[in-house]
């Protein structure tokens, strides 16, 4: 892929701002691009185009996010040769996760799941985490935000809007390769291939590359809520190819977007946990939009 010097400016302008910035402006995400193409193109439009109040929270975000809070706190650690100990890492676990129990309205729980049954998956998660976490593994970066044009091999934006994401764990292998790490929380082990065709994967290695000029690896950390955690490392390899085909699908959501084109997925596995499920319900009963 070749590069211009534009390419140099932009990454001197945006280097090491938060994600939160990158948000202030209109862009895509591999969750935005990823609720259009394989979750539901109308709870796309109910949360990026028509700005819709979600009906509730689900516990299963509040609880990731807690989580990688956590794993946040014991990479810090590793980077700056700190002891782990590791009721600190699952103490603070608890703390974030109660805490926002208790400051967000309308948490919607799964099952027979309650907020101490969670807090105590997710403390037994933490210590699958830190058993299983190579520590040979140097730390080189955290929670690292980027923000970079979507491009094709040519050197073509393909959209006025930048590609923006949170890289959760950077990581030198000791063969002196660089590893992106994604943790995630699962109620199972994943499916073999589910990686390899992951979009997520996609987006975060071709922002590296942008700002990097280096093909580096990456890993989705899988980490189950199962009665025993389990740890599996998920690996996913990209090639430029990879990159072109993510240029031209941005675009073609994109154009899809612009055209007004969204309808209900209805037999989506995530529709039984819908934030929008009454707006659906009306959805083309009446005139709601």
């Known amino acids: 892929m070749r590069y211009s010097a534009n390419r140099k400016r932009h990454r001197k302008r945006v280097f090491m701002r938060k994600l939160f910035e990158y948000k202030e402006r209109e ?28 009906e509730h929270t689900s516990a299963r975000l509040i609880f990731g996010s807690a989580f990688h809070a956590a794993a946040e706190m014991l990479a810090e650690k590793r980077m700056h040769g700190k002891p ?14 109660l805490r926002a129990c208790r400051l967000t309205e309308n948490i919607c729980f799964k099952g027979n799941e309650d907020k101490n049954k969670l807090n105590a998956t997710g403390r037994s998660m933490l210590q699958c985490l830190m058993e299983n976490w190579d520590c040979n593994e140097r730390v080189i970066g955290i929670a690292s935000a980027f923000c970079v044009p979507v491009m094709n091999s040519e050197n073509e934006i393909v959209t006025e809007l930048p590609l923006i994401g949170e890289i959760d764990c950077i990581v030198e292998r000791p063969d002196g390769k660089i590893l992106l790490i994604d943790w995630k929380t699962a109620a199972k082990k994943w499916a073999d291939g589910k990686a390899e065709k992951d979009l997520q994967a996609t987006c975060f290695l071709h922002a590296y590359h942008w700002e990097n000029n280096v093909m580096a690896e990456f890993a989705f950390d899988v980490i189950t809520k199962t009665k025993v955690p389990a740890y599996e490392r998920c690996y996913a390899e990209r090639t430029i190819g990879d990159f072109n085909k993510l240029a031209r699908l941005v675009k073609t959501v994109g154009d899809a977007v612009n055209a007004g084109i969204f309808y209900p997925n209805e037999q989506s596995c995530f529709c039984a946990d819908c934030c929008y499920a009454d707006a659906c319900k009306e959805w083309g009963t009446e005139s709601l939009l």
Do not use: G, M
């Open 27 to 54: 862009h895509w995400s591999f969750s935005s691009i990823n609720k259009y193409l394989n979750i539901c193109s109308l709870a796309y439009a109910f949360q990026y185009v028509y700005r819709v109040k979600p």
């Open 84 to 97: 782990e100990k590791a009721e600190d890492i699952k103490d603070y676990f608890s703390d974030t996760w």
